[in-house]
């Protein structure tokens, strides 16, 4: 079923469309939340909690892309439960990627302005436009979705190494167009 | 909220259009690694054949050299060194006789130059005669095949 019917099921309160969307995109949701949480069973939870945000915001919300809006959410809800579980002290995969997107914060003292994360995303999107569809999709694979890099390695069929250098760089490009923007958070 | 978290949250909200292009793009795989197993392949199938064809060669080499130690007719093309072998007998043409050499057509070499200087014994040859040629190798020098170390120069019906 294509997203604009789902949308529309979501819009007409048919129960339909949560079915429709699980079956669509369940395997995507559950592994965005897997990537950032490590644990089956929040991941679980946070599919569902999505799928019920979706309920909810679904009208007045009409979405381009079913799949990234559902992400979004996936991202928040997972991140949300991984600062509750960070502050008892439980690994979470956020962890690792979280240390990464440090490399890509520019020095405050170099930043003429603080942003806020919607002018952030901004910022990001446009020097994401600037790339290579491919560089552009490697960085957004690892960064929005949270695969590892072993597997988008294996996609590439490049070694684990090579990968994580070839991602460092662009993590340092990234804080060097902020830092050109003036920019930090 | 961390940097860290805050930037998490900013990649959270990137372009519906570039999340979605990210989902839908299909990697093409660098593939030096398949080059590098294929070119492999393909060095180690032109070892085996080498070393089969050179096998081949000097098995056919030491039953001619016991018999005759004449070349094998047919097999040399005449041009290349490497299939030349040593200590040859051959019998050729007369094609032009040199103050002190002899340009002789063989038909396993084609035209070969044989260095008469010093030679005892040579009898006397014209153009056309037909001589027997007794020689340590041929080897090929700017394109020609020349004798080397030619120790006789006989009249091939002697």
């Known amino acids: 079923m294509e997203d604009v019917q789902i949308i529309g099921l979501y819009w007409l309160r048919d129960e339909n469309a949560i079915r429709e969307t699980d079956r669509k995109y369940g395997a995507f949701c559950h592994r965005v939340a897997m990537n950032i949480l490590h644990c089956f069973q929040d991941s679980e939870e946070c599919v569902s909690d999505a799928y019920g945000r979706c309920w909810d915001t679904m009208p007045p919300q009409r979405p381009q892309s079913l799949r990234a809006y559902l992400g979004a959410i996936i991202r928040n809800l997972s991140i949300s439960r991984y600062r509750s579980s960070h502050a008892q002290k439980r690994f979470s995969g956020a962890e690792v990627l979280l240390s990464e997107l440090a490399d890509c914060i520019p020095a405050r003292d170099s930043v003429q302005r603080t942003v806020e994360s919607g002018e952030l995303s901004e910022l990001i999107s446009q020097w994401l436009e600037s790339l290579t569809a491919e560089d552009r999709s490697l960085f957004i694979r690892r960064y929005w979705n949270g695969d590892p890099v072993k597997t988008l390695a294996g996609e590439l069929g490049v070694r684990p190494n090579a990968l994580t250098k070839r991602l460092l760089r662009m993590r340092e490009a990234l804080r060097r167009h902020l830092e050109k923007e003036g920019v930090s958070v | ?158």
Request: hydrophobic share 40%.
């Open chain 2, 1 to 158: 909220m961390s940097r860290e978290e805050i930037f998490f949250d900013a990649i959270t909200n990137l372009r519906e259009e570039l999340v979605e292009e990210a989902q839908e793009y299909v990697f093409r795989k660098h593939s030096w690694r398949r080059y590098t197993r294929l070119a492999a392949c393909l060095a180690l199938t032109a070892i085996l054949c080498l070393g089969i064809y050179r096998s081949a060669r000097n098995t056919a080499d030491a039953g001619n050299s016991s018999n005759t130690a004449m070349p094998p007719s047919g097999e040399y093309d005449g041009c290349l060194e490497d299939s030349i072998p040593e200590a040859v007998r051959f019998t050729a043409s007369v094609l032009e006789v040199r103050a002190d050499s002899l340009l002789v057509s063989t038909a396993e070499y084609g035209p070969v130059e044989v260095p008469t200087a010093g030679l005892e014994n040579l009898p006397e040859v014209h153009e056309k005669d037909r001589v027997t040629v007794r020689c340590e190798r041929i080897s090929l020098e700017d394109g020609l095949c020349r004798a080397v170390g030619v120790t006789a120069v006989v009249p091939a019906d002697a």
